[in-house]
C-alpha cells in the first residue's frame, strides 16, 4: 500500500480564497484523522471520522473549517475564507482501530 | 481528558550513548500510548506503541518503551544513539476505554545527536 496520500504537498494562496485539502486514507482503516502541526501550539487533532461518519469535531477552530469524507477512499478539508493565522501544516491519518494512526506527509498551507 | 507531558523539549546526547526521552501521562483508566518520530518536512511515523500485556515494548530502529502504571510514565530509550536518531519525537495518548480513537500528542522532543 502506498500509504496515506495527502495533497497538495505545498499550496499558497492569498487571504481570503478558499483552500481545499485531500487525503486517500489507507485502504481497510475505518478510522481518519486531520491534525494541524503549528510551531507554537504543536499538534492539533481538527476532526476525526469513523466508517466516514464525523465522530469528533470539536477541533475545529471555528465556521471557516469544514470536513468531508464522501466515501471510504477519500476526505477533503476546505478553508473558506482563508486567513493567515491558518498557515500550518495539516495532516491526515488513517487508523484501522487501536494500531495507532498511519500519517501522511502533510500539507503545508501558507496564507499570505 | 486525556493528556501527555514530555519533559525537556530539547535533547542532546553524544553518539553512542543513551537515548532517555520523558513521557508522562494522565488518566483515570489505563490509556493505550504510543511514540511516533518525524524527521524534518515529513509525516509522523509510528515507533512503537502499548496497549495491553508486556509493558515493556520494543519498536522500531532499536528504541523501546516501558509503560510504568505507578509512574504514569512512558518514557523512551535506545542504548546507542546514532546520528539518524535526529529527529522530533512525539509521545501520544488514546482513552480506548471511553471508545474515543484520538490520538492527544505532547509538545514534542527534538532530539540532536552531537557526533
Known amino acids: 500500500d502506498a500509504g496515506v496520500i495527502q495533497s497538495p504537498r505545498h499550496e499558497v494562496t492569498e487571504m481570503g480564497q478558499e483552500v481545499t485539502l485531500r487525503c486517500k486514507p489507507i485502504?481497510?482503516?475505518?478510522?481518519l484523522f486531520w491534525y494541524r502541526q503549528t510551531m507554537m501550539r504543536g499538534l492539533e487533532l481538527l476532526i476525526y471520522?469513523?466508517?466516514?461518519?464525523?465522530?469528533?469535531d470539536s477541533g475545529m477552530p471555528e465556521d471557516r473549517f469544514s470536513a468531508k469524507m464522501p466515501n471510504a477512499s477519500f476526505s477533503t478539508l476546505k478553508i473558506q475564507p482563508s486567513e493567515p493565522r491558518d498557515s500550518a501544516v495539516y495532516f491526515c491519518a488513517s487508523s484501522p482501530s487501536t494500531n495507532g494512526a498511519f500519517f501522511g506527509q502533510g500539507t503545508r498551507l501558507t496564507v499570505v | 481528558a486525556q493528556s501527555v507531558t514530555q519533559l525537556g523539549s530539547h535533547v542532546s546526547v553524544s553518539e553512542g550513548a543513551l537515548v532517555l526521552l520523558r513521557c508522562n501521562y494522565s488518566?483515570?483508566?489505563?490509556?493505550?500510548l504510543f511514540w511516533y518520530v518525524q524527521y524534518p518536512n515529513q509525516g509522523l511515523q509510528l515507533l512503537l506503541k502499548?496497549?495491553?500485556?508486556?509493558?515493556l515494548v520494543k519498536g522500531i530502529n532499536g528504541f523501546e518503551a516501558e509503560f510504568k502504571k505507578s509512574e504514569t510514565s512512558f518514557h523512551l530509550t535506545k542504548p546507542s544513539a546514532h546520528m539518524s536518531d535526529a529527529a522530533e519525537y512525539f509521545c501520544?495518548?488514546?482513552?480506548?476505554?471511553?471508545?474515543?480513537?484520538?490520538?492527544?500528542f505532547g509538545t514534542g522532543t527534538r532530539l540532536t545527536i552531537i557526533p
Open positions: 502499548y496497549t495491553t500485556g508486556a509493558t
Open positions: 485502504s481497510g482503516h475505518d478510522y
Open positions: 471520522f469513523n466508517n466516514n461518519v464525523p465522530i469528533d
Open positions: 501520544a495518548v488514546s482513552d480506548h476505554n471511553s471508545g474515543n480513537e484520538k490520538l492527544t
Open positions: 488518566s483515570s483508566v489505563p490509556p493505550y
